[in-house]
């Protein structure tokens, strides 16, 4: 019997169909995996090696070990004298965990792993669930074991500093109640085994993580041809569920009585859905099922014109906590009918030219206060407002709030895109909607990801042909904003075009 293990928990608190895939599909129909994945692999490799070889007192180091003896040299070094074990691995029934690190509190054991992102959340104060449900299943395991009480673990993060995890406290939410990883860990561990086992079927479902994965290729081929509710935009995998029961493909919630599921009050039947929302989602269903159907707005979209803008999209690392290696700007002068345009960009060769970096990009910015700043969902901001937080001698939170207030500056996405338009496209991306209008990146690996990827490889390797590989794609990029704003400027204004009700 295939062991359940905290990496088949992480990939199912993630996506039911992927550890379906692992443990049921022919690896042929696996995609490669990407230079990013690679990328983080090794990375965690060395961050590892950094952390643990800093750590002082009586070590059980078993990473040397053939993977056979390491389960039993384990269980001595538990019993032992050590105060850590590295590379340990320890067993129960069909559980299997090889935590990256164990660590004696009194006369337990408590389990630990190393991550190269933050352990908590962006508000500092959750753990991150993905993290967290890993090392509550070593936990588990220990307190079946009598090794630990299965109430807490810990993750090191970037910074080499332990954060300790309570799992027991209720942090997260399901179903509208409040449980803890520990209990997230538990049912995730129950549905792990029934899936090994064939007891339950489960179900893909389109996300923006979808591409991160080895099995993208085969699982939207799946989903396409299940024509299924994901492919909307906007719709999940909760809403997809709820509305499955009524209407399990695009095609046939396109042509669904709404009616019977609204009530008199602008509520629905169905849990999480307004009367509003689910007629848009039909609205974009039908779109999706009328060939040669045309886009529109919602209304007048009041985008600014005759004014100089500037496109503005940065590549940012993760793995050194967010750090913006690149700010890219497109620069549109008006020139009648069209724009004269000019690409420029502020690129740090190290990190410890961020600070400098963010400095002139800050006055590329400013330079002009009548010009227009466009780009592409939150990330810009949010990223501009951490930089203020590490430099404040550069400028303020405050400065960056003017700098995007919205007679200033304009989220393509959440301001004008995602609240007033319509799309017969399956998501809202800057590469789908710039695509559909024509545009086209020139590298065909062309991603964030990807960027990041060459960007480790640039730091390593001096080459001037990936830095310039880089700079081709963020030009891209800003491009390719200037190409959906064109788009959005034609946009007719409509409303949702008639449906056929009587189609079969």
Known sequence: MRSITATMIRDLLQCER???????????????VSEFVQMLWEGGIAHEEEVLSQLKGNIADLRHLPAALRSKATLRALSGQADYVLGGVIRHGDLHGEPDILRRRGGMWQAGDLKSGCPTDNDGRLPKKDYAVQVAFYASILAEMNAGDGSSAFVIGRDGVPIEFDLEQPCYKLEGRPVSPAAVTAMLTTKARRI???????????SAACKMCHWYSHCAKELTDANDLT????????VRDELASFAPTIASFAHLDLSPLIKSNGKTMLRGLGSDRIRRFQERARLLCTPHAIPFARRDLALPTGQREIHFDIEADPMRDGFVYLHGFLFREPQGESFSERYEYVFAEKQTGEEEAFREAMKLLTADPHAHIYYYSKYERSSFRALAKRYPDVCTREDIDQLFARDKATDLLFDIIAPHTEWPT?????????????????DTDASGAASIAWFHDYLETQDPAVKNRILAYNEDDVRASAAVLDGLRVLPVASAPAWPTNAG
């Open 196 to 206: 090994r086992d064939g007891e339950i079927t489960t179900k893909g479902a389109a």
């Open 231 to 238: 492919l909307i935009a906007g719709v999940g995998r909760a």
């Open 426 to 442: 399956n998501n809202h991306s800057i590469k789908t909607l710039a695509r559909y209008q024509g545009f086209e990146w020139r």
């Open 18 to 32: 992927r550890l379906h895939h692992d443990l049921h599909t022919p690896s042929s129909l696996r995609d490669p």
